[in-house]
């Protein structure tokens, strides 16, 4: 595709973003000019939310995350997602929190370039906290036992933070 071909797509895409936006827009009442024209501003520093994975369930084996994480959705730059789940015992199995690190690795369970984040007693009490510091896809995983609460416990789902615009 030449240069002229390119910079004309990327013009349609965004005119075509443009006027999906604007026709989604009340124009209704006084005009503000102080709110940003015509989504708002970017605003980093507002307040973020705490969020519980999993809400009363936590994070436990059989529980759908990649569900609750649809119905919970959207989150957002700087939210803190919570992870709680009860220590090893004679009554739980352990549970732990890896990020992977690509779609593939996140499909198939592949914990070969994952990193742990949250080792399997760090979740009790107030559980752990991974705040959402980056605009990019966030693939999170319990790796216990090679990958099965991964891949027969449906302990992943996947996160892509938003701006937050006020």
Same mark, same amino acid.
């Given at each position: 595709?030449?240069?002229?071909?390119?910079?004309?797509?990327?013009?349609?895409?965004?005119? =075509?973003m443009f006027g999906i936006?604007?026709?989604?827009?009340?124009?209704s009442g006084d005009w503000?000019?102080?709110?940003?024209?015509?989504?708002?501003?970017?605003?980093?520093?507002? =307040?973020?939310?705490?969020?519980?994975?999993?809400?009363?369930?936590?994070?436990?084996?059989?529980?759908?995350?990649?569900?609750?994480?649809?119905?919970? =959705?959207?989150?957002?730059?700087?939210?803190?997602?919570?992870?709680?789940?009860?220590?090893?015992?004679?009554?739980?199995?352990?549970? =732990?929190?890896?990020?992977?690190?690509?779609?593939?690795?996140?499909?198939?369970?592949?914990?070969?370039?994952?990193?742990?984040?949250?080792?399997?007693?760090q979740g009790e009490g107030?559980?752990?906290?991974?705040?959402?510091?980056?605009?990019?896809?966030?693939?999170? @995983?319990?790796?216990?036992?090679?990958?099965?609460?991964?891949?027969?416990?449906?302990?992943?789902? @996947?996160?892509?933070?938003?701006?937050?615009?006020?």
């Open positions: 595709m030449g240069l002229g071909n390119a910079r004309a797509l990327v013009f349609l895409v965004a005119m =075509s936006g604007m026709a989604n827009k009340n124009f503000n000019y102080t709110t940003g024209w015509p989504y708002g501003h970017w605003n980093p520093t507002q =307040s973020t939310k705490r969020i519980i994975v999993g809400g009363s369930e936590n994070w436990r084996f059989g529980f759908n995350y990649t569900d609750w994480a649809i119905r919970n =959705s959207p989150f957002f730059l700087n939210d803190k997602l919570v992870f709680k789940f009860d220590p090893p015992n004679d009554t739980t199995h352990p549970h =732990s929190v890896y990020l992977l690190s690509n779609f593939w690795s996140f499909q198939n369970c592949d914990f070969r370039r994952a990193k742990r984040i949250a080792q399997v007693t107030e559980g752990f906290e991974f705040v959402l510091k980056r605009w990019q896809p966030y693939y999170f @995983a319990c790796g216990e036992r090679n990958g099965l609460h991964c891949n027969n416990g449906m302990m992943k789902f @996947a996160v892509w933070p938003l701006f937050r615009w006020y």
